[in-house]
């Protein structure tokens, strides 16, 4: 038994030497058998996933979007395997994920333009895969300019058929609107160009929002993404990176206004037929003020940048143009006819025409969204243009007149001007002005009123010499002068007043002609206390008999004159 043991341990030594060589071999084979099936699994794409990146074949969805990640981890890993001495996998790996990945871009660039052909931006519900997609596509920036300027130029061709069907309800796709054309409809001017600035403003609104929702739903991401991918391009590295960041919101609001660019011109177009063929300057600074009131709106929207609203500033500054043309011809024009003073002092015709136009455009200034610092500077700038000349002209008219009847006639005239300011918050400046031009022909109204009551009361001579030797103790009056004085006065007193405020009964401003009068009575009635005083001082310095006294003669007081002249 035990040579027997001896001999089959003799024979089984070599097969178990050799299944012992053979158990290492399958662990060293098992273990190279994982490492390749994690690396094919980590580093290699399968065939479904190949064939769902790279065929057209294929739908772009959830796989693709799964194949082209997983295709970008393998080459952002394969630096790990660039860090062996062997680099010829790795090499290997990352040229086919990299050609991988170019199929991947080109397919998603191929379906996106197709998708943009048939993309309803109406629809609320905004397709998820394409905003998915124009996220991914962000990484090829050169690529995901290419579409935004195929969506601009489609959209934009949309858009302005969508609004040359609205303005005469014939489109380019022989549909028939529900809505009457806006040439039918607004046969005022003013209205026409409101409802052409209205609809592309509400056109402006709606396309921000819907792109707002495809492009900027993953906004960060898509900046993000953007970035790398500029800063991977060529060109960028031989620049150094010296170009801006991507800004979305500068991006969103240039692609909108691309959008609208062929409604823009469209609009351009038939707002300048509206303006050049206007002949009525209050029109034309409506106008004006209502495309300065959409480029304000159209400045929040889209910012300070894009040609909707260089289009809509270079209107204004033409409706302005315009406006300043009509009002030099309508200068002219009153200017070229003879002029003439109206029997009553009142304002010229071609004043009152005038203020009242620019009662029409001032109106207009308080409803725009200016600021109040530059909406006063422009409304004062227009005033200048409008209004100043016509008032020179009716002052002009005033050089032939009498003292009075000149600052009678100065003052209808600022007070019609005033009036027509005080309609408006923005011309305060211009009302203190007038005021103030108002107070001084007042004044010398004043002087003239109390050179009336001097010489009515026959009393101007006798005052002028009392104020001319105020500082002496005597002034000889002579007693029939003075006698002379005080029947005329008792003559005077009785219509002073009334005859006074004849004398202003032109004066359109009836409240004004009385203060100006009583502010002569006073001083008249201030001028004869000063002769009471100086009478009263003579009296007691003569000592007289009381039939002698100059007051026998002059029993008039104070008191009695400012009753009658009250």
């Given at each position: 038994?035990?040579?027997?043991?001896?001999a089959a341990?003799?024979?089984?030594?070599?097969?178990?030497?050799e299944a012992?060589?053979?158990?290492?071999?399958?662990?060293?084979?098992?273990?190279?058998?994982?490492?390749?099936?994690?690396?094919r699994e980590r580093?290699?794409?399968?065939e479904?996933?190949a064939v769902?990146?790279?065929?057209?074949?294929?739908?772009?969805?959830?796989?693709?979007?799964?194949a082209?990640a997983?295709?970008?981890?393998?080459t952002?890993?394969?630096?790990v395997l660039?860090?062996?001495?062997?680099?010829?996998?790795?090499?290997?790996?990352?040229?086919?994920?990299?050609?991988?990945i170019?199929?991947?871009?080109?397919?998603l660039?191929?379906?996106v333009?197709r998708?943009?052909?048939?993309?309803?931006?109406?629809?609320?519900?905004?397709?998820?895969?394409?905003?998915?997609?124009?996220?991914?596509?962000a990484a090829?920036?050169s690529?995901?300019?290419?579409?935004?300027?195929?969506?601009?130029?489609?959209?934009?061709?949309?858009?302005?058929?969508?609004?040359?069907?609205?303005l005469?309800?014939?489109?380019?796709s022989?549909?028939s609107?529900?809505?009457?054309?806006?040439?039918?409809?607004?046969h005022?001017?003013?209205r026409?160009?409101g409802?052409?600035?209205?609809?592309?403003?509400?056109?402006?609104?709606?396309?921000?929002?819907?792109?707002?929702?495809?492009f900027?739903a993953?906004?960060?991401?898509?900046?993000?993404d953007?970035?790398?991918?500029r800063d991977a391009?060529?060109w960028r590295i031989?620049?150094d990176?010296?170009?801006?960041?991507?800004?979305?919101?500068?991006?969103l609001n240039s692609?909108?206004?691309?959008?609208?660019?062929?409604?823009?011109?469209?609009?351009r177009?038939?707002?300048e037929?509206?303006?050049?063929?206007?002949?009525?300057?209050?029109?034309?600074?409506?106008?004006?003020?209502?495309?300065?009131?959409?480029?304000?709106?159209?400045?929040?929207l889209l910012?300070p940048d894009?040609?909707?609203?260089d289009a809509?500033?270079?209107?204004?500054?033409?409706?302005?143009?315009?406006?300043?043309a009509?009002?030099?011809?309508?200068?002219?024009?009153?200017?070229?006819?003879?002029q003439?003073?109206?029997?009553n002092?009142?304002?010229?015709?071609f004043?009152q025409?005038?203020?009242?136009?620019i009662?029409?455009m001032?109106?207009?200034?308080?409803?725009s969204?200016?600021?109040?610092?530059?909406?006063?500077?422009?409304?004062?700038?227009m005033?200048?243009e409008?209004?100043d000349?016509?008032?020179l002209?009716s002052e002009?008219?005033?050089?032939?007149?009498?003292?009075?009847r000149?600052s009678?006639y100065?003052?209808?005239c600022?007070?019609?001007v005033?009036s027509c300011?005080k309609q408006?918050?923005s011309?305060?400046?211009?009302?203190?002005?007038?005021?103030?031009?108002?107070?001084?022909?007042?004044?010398?109204l004043?002087?003239?009123?109390?050179?009336?009551f001097?010489?009515?009361?026959?009393l101007?001579d006798?005052?002028a010499?009392?104020?001319?030797?105020?500082?002496?103790?005597?002034?000889?009056?002579a007693?029939a002068?003075?006698?002379?004085?005080?029947s005329?006065?008792?003559?005077?007193?009785?219509s002073?007043?009334i005859?006074?405020?004849?004398r202003?009964?032109?004066?359109q401003?009836s409240?004004?002609?009385?203060?100006?009068?009583?502010?002569?009575?006073?001083?008249f009635?201030?001028?004869f206390?000063?002769?009471?005083k100086?009478?009263?001082?003579?009296?007691?310095?003569t000592?007289g008999?009381?039939?002698n006294t100059?007051?026998s003669?002059?029993p008039?007081t104070a008191d009695?004159?400012?009753?009658?002249?009250?």
């Open positions: 038994m035990k040579g027997t043991v001896a341990r003799v024979e089984i030594g070599t097969p178990l030497a012992n060589v053979l158990l290492e071999k399958r662990k060293a084979t098992e273990r190279r058998r994982h490492i390749l099936q994690t690396l580093f290699v794409l399968s479904d996933e769902a990146l790279t065929s057209t074949a294929e739908p772009v969805n959830d796989e693709f979007f799964a082209l997983k295709a970008k981890k393998i952002s890993e394969c630096e660039l860090g062996f001495e062997n680099q010829t996998l790795a090499s290997e790996i990352m040229e086919k994920a990299s050609k991988n170019g199929f991947g871009y080109q397919k660039y191929k379906w333009q998708e943009f052909k048939a993309l309803d931006l109406e629809n609320p519900q905004m397709n998820a895969t394409m905003r998915k997609a124009l996220t991914v596509l090829r920036p690529l995901f300019q290419n579409c935004l300027d195929f969506f601009a130029d489609a959209r934009q061709r949309i858009l302005s058929d969508a609004f040359f069907a609205s005469t309800g014939n489109g380019n022989g549909e609107t529900a809505v009457k054309p806006i040439d039918m409809i607004a005022d001017p003013l026409y160009v409802d052409m600035l209205a609809w592309v403003h509400s056109t402006a609104v709606s396309e921000r929002e819907v792109l707002e929702v495809l900027v993953d906004g960060e991401e898509v900046v993000k953007i970035n790398s991918g391009e060529l031989i620049s990176g010296e170009d801006e960041e991507f800004n979305t919101l500068k991006a692609l909108v206004d691309r959008d609208v660019s062929g409604a823009t011109r469209l609009l177009q038939r707002v037929q509206v303006i050049q063929s206007n002949e009525d300057s209050i029109l034309a600074h409506k106008l004006a003020n209502l495309l300065k009131f959409y480029g304000i709106m159209l400045l929040k910012g894009g040609s909707l609203l809509v500033r270079s209107l204004e500054k033409e409706a302005m143009r315009q406006f300043r009509l009002l030099r011809e309508r200068i002219a024009a009153v200017r070229a006819e003879p003439s003073m109206p029997s002092l009142s304002p010229p015709v004043l025409d005038a203020l009242k136009q009662q029409a001032v109106s207009t200034y308080d409803t969204l200016s600021p109040s610092e530059s909406k006063e500077d422009g409304i004062d700038q005033l200048g409008a209004i000349p016509f008032i002209d002009a008219l005033a050089k032939s007149l009498s003292t009075l000149r009678v100065l003052i209808n600022r007070l019609a005033m300011f408006s918050n011309t305060s400046q211009r009302e203190e002005k007038l005021k103030s031009s108002i107070n001084d022909e007042a004044s010398i004043i002087d003239s009123q109390l050179e009336f001097y010489h009515g009361s026959g101007s006798i005052i010499l009392i104020k001319k030797d105020a500082g002496s103790t005597r002034s000889p009056i007693i002068k003075l006698s002379s004085s005080s005329e006065l008792d003559h005077f007193l009785p002073a007043y005859d006074a405020l004849e202003l009964g032109q004066l401003d409240t004004l002609a009385r203060k100006i009068t009583e502010d002569a009575a006073e001083r009635c201030t001028d206390e000063l002769l009471e100086h009478i009263d001082s003579l009296d007691l310095a000592d008999e009381q039939d100059l007051r003669v002059f008039r009695e004159i400012r009753v009658l002249l009250s």
